[in-house]
């Protein structure tokens, strides 16, 4: 069965600073992984996603994550935060070897970007 | 519909009454997911359904918890006897297959609230 782990329930930085989240996955076969964020009182929206190719993924709003199977590992990135990128991230995988079902969410990263 | 759209947005009802919650998917989605999120809590699975049939309830926290889909479109999650421990955010999701790989989409949610 797959899982998620995402290190620190909260990652303060400052406007302009590199925006870093991470997440590793625990999985027998590489999955499909995601990227969601979610801004307060609103559901999830997908930032990127990797399923297959180029290992760099690029999403939206500047972000980007790098699958990297050798670390089990599909960190999140962005060069300089904005205040609008206040909001909690969620990193989740589904099963590529019987095929996609249901997604598995970590337990989520609340980012505070202050001025 | 352009999104998952859930009613009620917002629930309060009485320890011990039922509630239903609906999702309309996104059109000509074939699978539908329900998962809740409590307060300080992540994601949690509840069921999964792929046109009308449901190959994975392993998340429904107890026999109170069912939910229905018909015509391959409009789905139903009900809790009967509500418990306090039932608040939480419902959220429905919507898979499409495209050709860069599988994509769930959310809905705003449903907020219950059990006095």
């Known amino acids: 069965a797959q899982s998620v782990t995402q290190l620190g329930s909260h990652v303060s930085v400052s406007e302009g600073a590199l925006v870093l989240l991470r997440c590793n996955y625990s999985s027998s076969v590489p999955p499909y992984l995601f990227w969601y964020v979610q801004y307060p009182n609103q559901g999830l929206q997908l930032l990127l996603k990797y399923t297959t190719g180029a290992t760099l993924v690029k999403g939206i709003n500047g972000f980007e994550a790098e699958f990297k199977k050798s670390e089990t590992s599909f960190h999140l990135t962005k060069p300089s935060a904005h205040m609008s990128d206040a909001a909690e991230y969620f990193c989740?995988?589904?099963?590529?070897?019987?095929?996609?079902?249901?997604?598995?969410f970590g337990t989520g990263t609340r980012l505070l970007v202050s001025p | 519909g352009a999104g998952v759209s859930q009613s009620p947005s917002n629930k309060v009802t009485e320890k011990g009454k039922d509630v239903e919650l609906r999702c309309d998917p996104i059109?000509?989605?074939?699978?539908l997911y329900w998962y809740r999120q409590s307060l300080g809590q992540g994601l949690e699975f509840l069921i999964y359904f792929q046109g009308n049939s449901a190959p994975d309830k392993s998340g429904l926290p107890s026999d109170r918890f069912s939910a229905e889909r018909t015509g391959g479109s409009v789905s139903t999650l009900t809790i009967q006897r509500t418990q306090q421990e039932d608040s939480a955010v419902y959220l429905c999701?919507?898979?499409?297959?495209?050709?860069?790989?599988?994509?769930?989409?959310f809905g705003e949610g449903s907020w219950l609230t059990v006095v």
């Open positions: 999701a919507s898979r499409v297959q495209d050709i860069s790989g599988n994509t769930i989409y």
């Open positions: 989740a995988v589904s099963g590529r070897n019987t095929g996609f079902q249901k997604l598995v």
């Open positions: 059109s000509g989605h074939t699978a």
